[in-house]
């Protein structure tokens, strides 16, 4: 995209994705629309201003929403994948391969209440990965550092102002 086209994003995630992306989204003001979490004081303040669009509502909403089409369609996914058309995927090298296997991919049937048979912490109910038809993967993008930490203030709260 060139700097002189006009676009706006929608971004749907499915849990807090820190401060970073958001104070740029904020700074760029390219962002129309977010769901369902917002971390930085710059997003707040545009958000508040009716300059961004803005629904709070639980993550663990925001999956079956697109799903049973209430928001609109994913043009493209980074993280998401079962419902974009073109996907791209991070490969975080940054992170250890120990953590193979630390998710448990369950997709919900659509329209029920149905519980999840988890009981215990090391159920598992479904698959370690995501599987997509490859001939929408776009593209691999590579980056090799951590997510920034929206619990950082509690360290320093409890290292400064109460220990």
Known sequence: IKNSEKFSINLYTGASIGDELDRVLACIERL???IPYQSHSDLRKLINQGKVNFIDIHLCHVSRYIREEIFSSIDVAIV???LAKDIYIEL???HSLDMKNLHDNYLPELYTERSINIDYVDDR????DVRVNPKRIKGIVL???YDS???H???YLFNNKIC
């Open 149 to 151: 930490s929206s619990g």
């Open 80 to 82: 998401e994948t079962s």
């Open 153 to 155: 203030y509690l360290f």
């Open 125 to 128: 109910i479904s698959t370690p």
């Open 92 to 94: 975080n090298e940054a």
């Open 32 to 34: 129309k629309l977010k």
């Open 143 to 145: 980056t090799n550092k």
